[in-house]
């Protein structure tokens, strides 16, 4: 990974405790630009994302994977899809402040002109709302920039 992908996923992360991870893919071939330390997403996951993002009528049905772990849409919130961890699958055990966390985390997306912006976010509304809010500033920044 490039210098200036890590520079963004660092953005994208921000002070990490909101944001559990995150990656940067190209959203054409769902190809890795940028990832952070346990972030799991093939190809195919995104691509599927990144292909129904404007068009999301699956999402509300199948819902979508990312490392092979299933999450259930919940809505759109301006221009990030907001998912959240099925609830058959195990709650991740995440640490904010020290305190153990089990709530289902929520998955983050969102297209740039190029790219595709995934994030887990811790399972609280107040780590939602900041994600949503990193990932917005990061893809404005890449939009920006052409990407």
């Known amino acids: 990974m490039s210098s200036t992908w890590s520079s963004w996923?660092?953005?994208?992360?921000?002070?990490?405790?909101?944001?559990?991870?995150?990656?940067?893919?190209?959203?054409?071939?769902g190809d890795t630009w940028g990832v952070s330390d346990g972030?799991?997403?093939?190809?195919?996951?995104?691509?599927?994302?990144?292909?129904?993002?404007?068009?999301?009528?699956k999402f509300h049905t199948e819902g979508c994977r990312c490392g092979g772990k299933k999450y259930n849409f919940v809505r759109k919130v301006e221009d990030v899809l907001v998912f959240k961890r099925s609830k058959m699958d195990q709650p991740e055990q995440t640490e904010t402040s020290g305190t153990p966390k089990t709530d289902l985390p929520f998955l983050l997306a969102m297209n740039t002109t190029d790219g595709c912006l995934i994030g887990i976010a811790n399972g609280d509304e107040k780590s939602k709302s900041q994600s949503i809010m990193q990932m917005e500033f990061v893809a404005k920044k890449l939009k920006e920039s052409g990407r």
């Open 9 to 29: 996923v660092e953005s994208l992360m921000g002070d990490r405790t909101s944001m559990q991870r995150c990656g940067i893919y190209g959203n054409s071939k």
């Open 39 to 57: 972030m799991e997403a093939t190809p195919e996951e995104v691509q599927y994302i990144s292909s129904n993002y404007d068009e999301n009528e």
